[in-house]
């Protein structure tokens, strides 16, 4: 374990920071700009995700371990989210034939 | 804590009573168990607040307040379900149960004391919520308004962990008094990551209370979930987090108060124009309140600019006034939904001659939304501006009180529908069931109860 933890460390910590802000901000375009469903979910999964990494960076630097902890919040609330979702793109799918967004616009923006 | 505990066995013990089709045990149980949570809750009333179980949640009088609003209108919009979800499914147990866990989660949301709570509060919300709004599987509206609702709400939940994290790697804590005891100490080097920690969770909250110009969600989703469903959204969800929103700005960020100041002001006019100018516009009595509740998040975001002694008892009776006339207002577009197939304004016409009483709740209602004195929205307004005037706002104060012009247009709107047009086809009286007399008697009695005498609720907290 602190052999991990001297790994985590060798690497400076900005750049952690800074390849989970490129990990995250794809994530956002992605959902931004995909118009499929299914991979607007898995822009947001990549997005949890670089979060998760980021708050293990943190927690491996500071020696604190809650950091760690809160990732397994995050791990299993985001499977109850995407159960969820999943679940109501399936419900959209058997009334519209299609996962893209665009056939969704009955109502009004 | 009780009353968290309660309202999670609760609804496992609803979802039983489904499964062993005791469906008209439902509504009793529901009702009994919210009342001994409010007893829970009452019991804790002015006790010492201290953080309990490792600093997780805190019970003070102001998660307490919040608590027992949301659970009062909980119960207000439960008594208007009698034949309301029977109607649409015939799986009734999921309702209470799924209403029963988002209510948990609003109630984890106001009492937090540790970014884990707010995120599994604001999760265990909105969760129960994604299934709620979609539960009319067949209808398109309900499943498009569905998964608008479900991608919008794991998006910002994105930017709220994001927020959270920086905040951790500059405090290293999680707990929200750790954080503001960080911001005291090191007053000159806050790390960068910190203002971006703030920027982010900002944004994720506007989302989730559905600010300009992240607002964008709301209209849609409430046009498309059932009514009674966009009644609870618009007001229990709204009000737990604007409790989320006020403790964290209030209470932790407040040392960096300058540096947040002026991107709420932005977002707070962009909220206030697009909300009132939109809801001017629209045909739809259900409509122009989704674009109504986009303002009234505006004005409830005034208390979080203008923090001072009384911000959190003005954001509060604000927040009593707007659930309590939603509530009114739904239940009457319940009704007239019912008998005329339509929420548009024009299914509202000469309401006033056939069910005066239904057309004199909505009026006060209508009126209690635009801020006109003698009723409590007017109360909760005075206080907002009151607020925002003693820290020398005007220009704010100014667009404000022009918003509240433009409100009272598009409000008194129905009422010129209800007493000043006559229907195009004869309809009898709009029938009445016991329940939503109760409901709607209810409301406008506190409602004018508190807009005469407001100091039974500004001296609470």
């Known amino acids: 374990m602190d052999n991990l933890i001297q790994n985590i460390q060798g690497i400076p910590l900005n750049h952690y920071v800074i390849f989970c802000s490129i990990i995250f901000s794809i994530g956002v375009i992605g959902v931004l700009i995909r118009r499929n469903v299914i991979i607007i979910m898995m822009s947001i999964e990549l997005m949890l995700n670089s979060v998760n990494l980021l708050l293990a960076a943190f927690s491996a630097y500071r020696g604190d371990a809650s950091g760690q902890v809160f990732v397994f919040f995050i791990m299993a609330l985001a499977a109850a989210e995407v159960a969820v979702g999943l679940a109501i793109v399936i419900m959209v799918y058997r009334n519209t034939k299609s996962v893209d967004i665009e056939s969704l616009s009955k109502l009004r923006w | ?461």
Request: aromatic share 14%; with cysteine; proline share 3%.
């Open chain 2, 1 to 461: 804590m009780a009353a968290i505990i309660t309202l999670s066995l609760l609804g496992i013990l609803v979802l039983y009573l489904g499964l062993f089709k005791a469906k008209s045990a439902l509504l009793p149980v529901t009702l009994i168990g919210l009342l001994v949570a409010l007893g829970c809750e009452l019991a804790l009333w002015g006790g010492d607040a201290k953080p309990i179980y490792s600093g997780m949640v805190v019970f003070d009088n102001f998660a307490l307040a919040f608590s027992i609003l949301c659970i009062v209108t909980t119960g207000l919009i439960l008594l208007l379900s009698k034949a309301y979800f029977s109607s649409i499914s015939n799986n009734v147990a999921e309702y209470y149960c799924l209403i029963l866990f988002s209510l948990t989660g609003a109630l984890m949301v106001s009492a937090y004391h540790n970014f884990a709570m707010l995120f599994i509060g604001i999760e265990v919300m909105s969760v129960a919520l994604y299934i709620l709004v979609g539960i009319r599987k067949t209808d398109f509206g309900s499943n498009e308004a569905a998964l608008k609702y479900f991608l919008m709400g794991a998006f910002s939940t994105g930017f709220l962990l994001f927020g959270i994290t920086l905040l951790y790697g500059a405090t290293g804590t999680f707990d929200i008094t750790g954080v503001r005891e960080y911001l005291i100490a090191n007053p000159q080097q806050i790390s960068p990551y910190f203002y971006g920690g703030v920027l982010l969770l900002l944004v994720g909250l506007c989302f989730k209370v559905g600010a300009a110009p992240f607002h964008f969600w709301t209209p849609d989703v409430y046009e498309g979930a059932p009514i009674l469903i966009t009644s609870y959204m618009s007001t229990v969800v709204k009000v737990a987090s604007f409790a989320a929103f006020l403790r964290l700005f209030s209470y932790v960020f407040v040392p960096l108060h300058d540096f947040w100041t002026p991107v709420l002001l932005v977002v707070i006019i962009i909220t206030l124009f697009i909300g009132n100018i939109t809801a001017m516009m629209q045909a739809s009595f259900k409509r122009m309140l989704a674009y109504s509740s986009i303002s009234h998040a505006g004005y409830m975001l005034f208390a979080i600019v203008a923090l001072g002694a009384t911000s959190t008892s003005s954001i509060f009776t604000y927040a009593i006034a707007y659930s309590l006339s939603s509530v009114a207002a739904f239940a009457g577009l319940i009704l007239v939904k019912r008998a005329k197939g339509s929420d548009q304004f024009v299914a509202f016409n000469g309401l006033g001659k056939t069910n005066p009483f239904l057309a004199f709740v909505i009026t006060v209602a209508m009126l209690s939304l635009a801020g006109i004195p003698l009723t409590a929205g007017f109360i909760g307004k005075f206080m907002m501006f009151n607020t925002v005037m003693q820290d020398y706002h005007i220009v704010l104060l100014l667009l404000a009180v022009v918003n509240a012009a433009i409100g009272v247009f598009y409000y008194l709107r129905v009422v010129v529908h209800m007493y000043f047009k006559t229907a195009e086809e004869e309809g009898g009286a709009i029938l009445l069931p016991l329940s939503f007399k109760v409901v709607l008697g209810a409301t406008v009695m506190l409602t004018l109860l508190i807009g005469l005498y407001p100091d039974c609720i500004i001296g609470l907290l």
